[in-house]
């Protein structure tokens, strides 16, 4: 039956966040809990009259709490690089390279000292624990393209097939074409480009090469991927027992909707997330 894009396209959704999209709590707590006791250490520092000389005398006993000094600026690297008038001077946080005392320059320098000295902070662990939360939020973008991979896995799922028995994640062209004997040449350009595919679903007599996406909002990368995924299907259509499978969804594609209609009107297997509640795993995967 021949579908309309329109109708299609109007059922695209603003968002599929989970729960634990917005912030992976367990992994805030696990980063924290893993320098519980250098924090705690630290933590002697808070409103110090002398807190250079603490500083330092806790730098020389406890040298392990020097890991914990990028952190408190929202740093996940364990080396820093700061510029001045003197030229660009490089910390290591993770061995003790620098001498105490220039480790305690930049405490000072970097407002640190401040922080602690005046009382602008109550206790470390807390402290730490927001700065974790709020570095975690970044990972969002990541985390929104692994739910729509997560989404369609369940539905594959669902539809009866297993992980590593006839359904494969994250698999490479070589990887393909050596587990089945295929020539995927023409998608690789003779050999000359490693492509990755989301999924890979194995049936009798086919083999269904998947992508995933969602877009809850737009950007020139949606008109690229549409004209991409359109080339890639027509190369695809090429080879004998492979089909490409496309679930996309999200209203970011609204902006770049002439684009994925072209797509649309030329690509036999595209869907969206209606359609798999709808069963379409189950009448394409066969």
Same mark, same amino acid.
């Given at each position: ?9 109007? #059922? ?65 690297? /364990? ?13 290591? =946080? ?18 640190? =000292? ?9 206790? *470390? *662990? ?27 896995? /369940? ?29 995927? /040449?023409?998608? /690789? ?21 998947? $992508? #995933? ?33 496309? =679930? ?28 798999? $509640? ?9």
């Amino acid at each position: 039956m021949e579908r309309d894009f329109v109708t299609w396209l109007s #059922t695209f959704r603003d968002s599929i966040a989970t729960y634990s999209y917005y912030v992976d709590f367990e992994k805030v707590y696990g980063n924290v809990e893993n320098i519980k006791i250098e924090l705690n250490i630290l933590n002697s520092l808070i409103g110090s009259k002398n807190i250079k000389s603490d500083f330092e005398s806790i730098l020389k006993k406890y040298p392990e709490t020097l890991k914990c000094i990028p952190i408190l600026l929202a740093v996940r690297n /364990s080396e820093i690089a700061v510029s001045d008038e003197h030229g660009t001077c490089q910390f290591d =946080f993770a061995t003790q390279v620098c001498p105490v005392s220039e480790y305690s320059t930049f405490m000072e320098k970097s407002g640190l =000292f401040d922080l602690l000295q005046n009382h602008l902070i109550g206790n *470390l *662990l807390d402290y730490v624990t927001g700065v974790e939360t709020g570095l975690d939020s970044n990972g969002r973008k990541n985390r929104g393209g692994h739910l729509m991979e997560d989404l369609v896995e /369940s539905f594959i799922r669902k539809a009866g097939f297993e992980k590593d028995k006839n359904y494969f994640k994250e698999m490479y062209i070589h990887e393909i074409s050596e587990k089945w004997n295929v020539d995927l /040449s023409a998608i /690789s350009n003779q050999g000359k480009m490693e492509k990755r595919f989301d999924y890979v679903v194995k049936t009798k007599n086919q083999i269904y090469v998947v $992508e #995933t996406n969602f877009y809850g909002s737009g950007g020139s990368k949606l008109n690229e991927t549409a004209r991409s995924y359109k080339t890639l299907a027509q190369e695809v259509d090429t080879i004998g027992g492979v089909t490409f499978v496309w =679930f996309t969804d999200g209203n970011g594609w609204t902006s770049a909707r002439h684009n994925l209609e072209e797509t649309f009107d030329v690509m036999e297997h595209i869907y969206c997330i209606q359609d798999m $509640e709808a069963g379409v795993m189950e009448k394409v995967f066969k």
